[in-house]
């Protein structure tokens, strides 16, 4: 029997409000953000689909969300590491993480831009099988119950509606002190790229395969 397809997506989320959180007596380089909504349909042009991620989507992902490189700008689209997530609370609204950032330049320029409301928009990178244990068409919306988050972005421009955004900047000690996190379901497992790879899709495959993925203008998503 073949493999189910394995398929690479970006979406990005936008929201006006943000609120920026400097703890005391911290460094004030954890951002707190809701990475994905749930529950919230919207058109995905390019795929010629409606789409929807449901409660506990990422939910086998909470115990390796370090796994998971925050970036400013998506890699595929020439952006930087800027650092990696956290921790993370899988809520019945979305996906709510938490990322460390660097102290390198671009890390530091873009604390500065979030800090002046100049970033508000949050991207994320992820994979997902076409098998219906991952993903089922109801009434015309691919509704995604699992998909594998590789990329957090912070990004200048939304693609997906205003469900998403930076919710504050706080040290890695407050983290610490409200950190949540589950049990994975049923022995599931984070996937290593060596498992990604073995549903044969070589590393330069998967590579090339992430960088021609665009990212959608905020005009054509959400109409």
């Given at each position: ?76 689209q020439g952006g930087e590491v ?87 900047v706080r040290s890695l000690a ?50």
């Open positions: 029997m073949p493999k189910p397809e394995m398929i690479t997506g970006v979406r990005t989320y936008e929201i006006d409000d943000i609120d920026v959180e400097r703890a005391e007596g911290g460094d004030g380089r954890m951002l707190t953000m809701q990475a994905v909504p749930y529950g919230v349909t919207i058109d995905v042009p390019s795929e010629g689909i409606r789409e929807q991620f449901v409660h506990g989507a990422f939910a086998h992902q909470l115990p390796a969300l370090h796994r998971v490189q925050g970036t400013y700008l998506h890699q595929s800027i650092g990696r997530l956290h921790s993370g609370e899988d809520l019945p609204t979305g996906l709510r993480v938490s990322m460390r950032v660097s102290n390198t330049q671009r890390g530091n320029d873009t604390l500065e831009l979030v800090r002046d409301k100049a970033i508000t928009q949050v991207s994320i990178g992820f994979r997902a099988k076409q098998h219906p244990t991952w993903a089922r068409v109801i009434d015309g919306v691919t509704t995604r119950t699992k998909a594998q988050m590789f990329e957090v972005a912070l990004v200048p421009q939304g693609a997906y509606g205003r469900n998403a955004t930076v919710l504050g407050d983290v610490l002190r409200t950190d949540t996190s589950i049990d994975l379901d049923d022995g599931e497992e984070f996937e290593t790229e060596d498992e990604l790879r073995a549903e044969g899709m070589s590393l330069d495959e998967a590579r090339n395969r992430i960088r021609s993925i665009p990212l959608l203008p905020a005009s054509l998503i959400g109409r």
